[in-house]
């Protein structure tokens, strides 16, 4: 028994022994530093900027941390836009895409790894094509089936042709399914397990990881969306957050302390959920590319 123990813990001090730190390691995670930092110093100019006053910001040469910390900026954008009302529709309208999204990628994405019916690779093949599509092609003939639908401003314009069409969505999950083994639903169905069966009890549990990460990616676009509520919102009631930060530029000039602040607004929960979910993303896009 003493031998066991003494090989038991030999074992764990060469884990837990601190690995030979290569130079080139160091460098790697220097030149990361470096980027991280440029990519986020531009919203830490923006945040600040949203507590300067509008002289202070085009202060010549510029300063970086506030001299006169100010909140003018904050009580204009609220007085000037019903941001309550705007939060409330961008995330009604970005969390229901993103449900129905969810639901409908993998379904499709499901049947076209595992349901073999004639052309289904070239069907998938024309289904991946549409990504390469630019959206302004297509916004006229949308424009005229929604109009035909009596859905122009109205939240339904914007949620029924995202939700219900994603290629890239059907592409992650796919290469996700193609990665799980047939034998595990091959074992379900002998023991009399219907397809549906199948896809809800032993494939969605499966998908936490790519589902959460499709998620994510599918909500910060609808969070961002500017050019589908630009087209089909018309009544100020309706409004998404950027339709009410884009109110603070004006045709010859801009509020720009209260621009600053709105924008502060809107992309701190995007932060948020990014530094929250950031590992589901990263897993979700590594492993989604196990197979072809």
Known sequence: MSTLTRNIARSQEARTRRRPVRPGRII????????????ALPFLWMMLSSFKPLDEIFRQPP????????????ETAFAGADFVR?????????????VISLLTSTMAAYAFARIDFRGSKHLFMVFLATMMVPAQLTIIPLYIIMGWLGWIDTPLSLIMPASLFSAFGVFLMRQYIKGIPRELEEAAELDGASRFRVFTTMILPLLRTPLTALGIFTFLGQWNNFFGPLIFLNSDANFTLPLLVNQFKGQYGADWTSLMSATTLVAAPLLI???????QIVDGI??????S
Do not use: D
């Not at 790697?28 to 990519?39: F, G």
């Not at 705007?86 to 993103?98: C, K, L, P, Q």
């Open 28 to 39: 790697l995670h220097l030149a990361l530093a470096v980027c991280a930092a440029l990519m």
């Open 63 to 74: 300063t970086f941390l506030p001299e006169v910390w100010t909140t003018g900026g904050y």
């Open 273 to 279: 959920i990014f530094a929250v979910a950031q590992r």
């Open 86 to 98: 705007g939060f409330w529709n961008s995330t009604y309208i970005a969390v229901t895409v993103t």
């Open 286 to 291: 590594a492993l989604s590319g196990s197979k």
